[in-house]
């Protein structure tokens, strides 16, 4: 189980990058959010995951569930959402202005827009 999720973690972090450095906007906000879903998976893999286990520490509970990374996770997303819609807005705003949608405000060599 903890090589399928190292794999998964590696394969949205490789995707991602490979997104974050395409040339249009869709694909670069795309890759920041497999990025932050990688990093989401992560953080949950660092607190071993526990099933059936309560979050506090009871005294008559043999174990229990770390509740830090649940609540790091938790943050995370809602930074990621709040960083996803801005970057979509600047997007939108730099398409209205620039007239293409290329991260750097040029045309494609072929002419294109």
Known sequence: ???????L??????CGV????????FPVVMGLTLLSYGVNL?????GRLTIGQPAV?????PGYADPLPQ???LTAIVISFAMTAFVIMLSLKARAELG??????????????
Not at 1 to 7: K, Y
Not at 100 to 112: F, I, L, M, Q
């Open 100 to 113: 293409n949608d290329h991260v750097d405000g040029h045309a494609d060599e072929e002419g294109r827009t």
């Open 42 to 46: 992560f953080l949950f893999a660092t």
């Open 9 to 14: 973690i590696g394969l949205l972090t490789a």
């Open 57 to 61: 520490i009871d005294a008559q509970a």
């Open 18 to 25: 490979y997104l974050v450095l395409r040339a249009r906007t």
């Open 1 to 7: 189980m903890e090589a399928l999720i190292s794999i």
């Open 71 to 73: 609540a790091l996770v």
